[in-house]
């Protein structure tokens, strides 16, 4: 646009008139945070319609108490009493949010319900496991796709099929693969002394065969993520170390693993909180009643039976609060990596 | 790890002189070899992670595809072949042995599922470009200037995938379905229900800040001399960012839009809160598969082959649509 003109961007399309050539002048022209905030409104005016303005409307909900008998569902301000009946379990959810009590002998806490019937447990150990060996996977297959080889392509497909499936397919999958009569799943695992009886019902059978198909599914999402960040290590780099005698350990050690740092710990950063946000694959397979998450609590209250949405909104707000808290970890990470980053 | 002990093993062993006198086990011999030549290790490392890797993700597709092919009133003990299955039968003149391959016809025939997955194809397109475009502004921005309050506003963009898809429903719900009397005159009844633009806008939204975030780390690490070149060139800023940045990042964006389309192309909850389901009324792939799910018996069997059919292409499809536009993107980067 500019490159037939001679001069500075700064005089670019000076003298042209018209509508843009006048906007791009005016653009050169500005400082550079106003500059910033200008290519920012794009962005945050689809979220503000679509997030911020519906999560503060949730936010009021969360305030206002179940309704259950009238036609308008929220009742009157009760400002943080939802809050503290669903950390007390004192709400009609289905399965309680955590349930553990003090006690004065060792390990001084105690269980109220098992361990993999308490939301806030189960959404923990599921985002903890699930992104622990997807980050695994998902380095090794983009290691593997990094490589020069003939059909890489259709390896490449093989590998992103899993992340193409729809939710609801693979909860169907998964869900026939360890039914008994139909999928070999439960007996397998029950041969190896896994499984119990009814792997369905069980709580925690039921938590592996999620845990199993989110894994399936998502570690491609990792895969090419950090595929990107492999494609970006400039190769006459590798040369360098070769010539210099690295093994091919310090060659992924200090070279591959620095560069790919940032788009890794952006894919956790993701995966983390998709994973601690799990209900589709839960609701299609076990089902929410044997393997609660936070998300299904949320589920639980706005669709389930009776209307208490003024406690569902208080569970999406309280889990998102657990995912902030989890989030600053990689956030201090973040500023460690870049150095002004964020 | 093992392989660099290994390596050390190697040293003390020329010292010695030692190695071509031992006699050694099949699997003694085979580890002086690795020993001896790493890169035929690592070459055999690398098939079997790649083998592991195909086996681990292709099997439940190919067992989906057993009880696609298994008739419905035979599913059970589904293995590595469909349940039913008969060799024999290829004898007697039954070319199908016992499977029932028409089940790819009949996904089409309940169901005008062509048009579902036309439906999904479009609103996954056009979400993927404003996502790539808005989110691109929005990562050189966080990526490359400086001005304050960027991190507060990055924490913002990245709050948004704190919260639970249900969490926006209820107020997301009474907004879309408002009749707003300023759009009436594109659409019939000034309501955005059962429209495309009412799943392309949150969609864009809801997939924006991952967007943002991936491209504003490949923004980041583009040195600053190649950006400032083009501007002393007469680059306009935005001819800059265009030119200059996105076709550097090129893998980066790829991948970002790979990641948007495939993850709207399969949405459910906000596709199920925007539409009512009909195939005429914009609903996507995933409401046309539920279609299948009748009031009496849920056909697995067809849900199995549709989401096959709806998946493989589009597979496919992105994988090598993704190698054009890095190659493409690529091609016309300035070189350092």
Not at chain 1, 37 to 46: D, H, T
Not at chain 1, 217 to 222: G, I, P, Q, R
Not at chain 2, 211 to 234: C, K, N, S, V
Request: aromatic share 14%.
């Amino acid at each position: 646009m500019a490159t037939d003109q001679s001069g500075t961007p700064v005089e670019a399309g000076g003298d042209s008139g018209g509508i843009f050539s006048g906007v791009f002048t005016w653009m050169e022209n500005l400082s550079e945070a106003a500059y910033a905030y200008l290519l920012l409104i794009p962005g945050f005016f689809l979220l503000a319609l679509v997030a911020f303005y519906p999560l503060l409307d949730t936010l009021r909900m969360s305030f206002l108490a179940d309704e259950t008998r009238g036609a308008d569902p929220l009742g009157g301000f009760v400002g943080l009493e939802n809050y503290i009946n669903v950390l007390t379990g004192n709400t009609r959810l289905g399965r309680q949010v955590i349930d553990v009590a003090l006690t004065s002998n060792f390990p001084f806490v105690e269980l109220g319900t098992p361990f993999f019937r308490q939301a806030l447990f189960v959404t923990l150990a599921f985002a903890l496991l699930s992104v622990f060996f997807e980050t695994l996977i998902g380095f090794g297959q983009a290691l593997v796709l990094d490589q020069e080889f003939r059909g890489r392509r259709w390896v490449r497909v093989a590998i992103i099929i899993p992340w193409a499936i729809p939710i609801v397919i693979q909860g169907m999958l998964f869900f026939l693969l360890f039914q008994p009569t139909v999928g070999f799943g439960s007996d397998f695992m029950q041969a190896i002394g896994v499984f119990g009886s009814d792997p369905l019902a069980s709580s925690r059978d039921s938590f592996i065969i999620v845990l199993v198909a989110d894994i399936w599914k998502t570690s491609a999402f990792m895969a090419l993520l950090i595929l990107a960040g492999l494609q970006s290590v400039d190769r006459s780099l590798y040369d360098v170390a070769k010539v210099s005698g690295a093994t091919p350990w310090q060659r992924f050690k200090y070279i591959t693993f620095p560069i790919v740092l940032p788009a890794l710990l952006v894919a956790m950063l993701f995966r983390t909180m998709d994973a601690m946000r799990v209900y589709g694959i839960i609701e299609s397979t076990a089902g929410c009643s044997t393997v609660p998450s936070m998300t299904c609590l949320v589920i639980d209250g706005l669709f389930g039976g009776t209307r208490i949405y003024g406690t569902a909104a208080a569970v999406a707000f309280l889990t998102a609060g657990i995912i902030g808290i989890f989030i600053t970890f990689y956030i201090i990470k973040f500023r460690d990596a870049e150095g002004g980053f964020m | 790890m093992a392989t660099e002990q290994q390596d050390g093993a190697e040293v003390f062993g020329t010292d010695t002189d030692e190695e071509p006198e031992i006699k050694r086990g099949l699997i003694e011999s085979w580890a002086a070899n690795a020993i001896k030549n790493p890169d035929r290790t690592y070459k055999a490392m690398f098939y079997t992670a790649t083998i592991f890797f195909l086996v681990t993700t292709l099997f439940p597709f190919y067992w989906l595809f057993m009880v696609a092919l298994t008739e419905q009133r035979n599913l059970q003990n589904v293995g590595v072949v469909p349940s039913g299955f008969d060799p024999t039968l290829l004898a007697a003149g039954d070319l199908t042995m016992g499977t029932n391959p028409g089940v790819f016809i009949e996904v089409f025939t309940l169901v005008p599922f062509h048009r579902y997955m036309f439906n999904s194809f479009v609103i996954a397109t056009v979400t993927t470009i404003i996502v790539l475009i808005v989110a691109s502004l929005a990562g050189y921005v966080f990526g490359r200037l400086r001005f304050p309050f960027k991190g507060p506003l990055m924490l913002l963009v990245l709050i948004v995938s704190f919260f639970p898809p249900a969490a926006f429903f209820i107020p997301l719900n009474q907004l879309f379905n408002t009749n707003v009397d300023i759009l009436r005159p594109i659409l019939a009844d000034g309501s955005l229900y059962n429209t495309p633009y009412a799943m392309i806008i949150p969609f864009s939204a809801i997939f924006m800040p991952l967007a943002i975030f991936i491209l504003t780390t490949f923004y980041a690490q583009i040195p600053d001399g190649l950006e400032d070149a083009a501007r002393i060139e007469g680059t306009t800023r935005l001819g800059a960012l265009f030119r200059v940045i996105v076709p550097l990042s090129a893998p980066g964006v790829a991948t970002a839009g790979v990641l948007t389309f495939i993850a709207v192309y399969n949405e459910f909850f906000f596709s199920f809160l925007m539409t009512d389901g009909g195939a005429a009324n914009w609903a996507p792939i995933v409401e046309g598969i539920l279609r299948y799910q009748g009031q009496y018996e849920v056909l697995f069997n067809v849900m199995a082959a549709a989401s096959i059919v709806g998946v493989l292409p589009v597979a496919i499809l992105v994988v090598v649509a993704q190698e054009k536009i890095v190659s493409g993107l690529t091609a016309g980067a300035l070189k350092e």
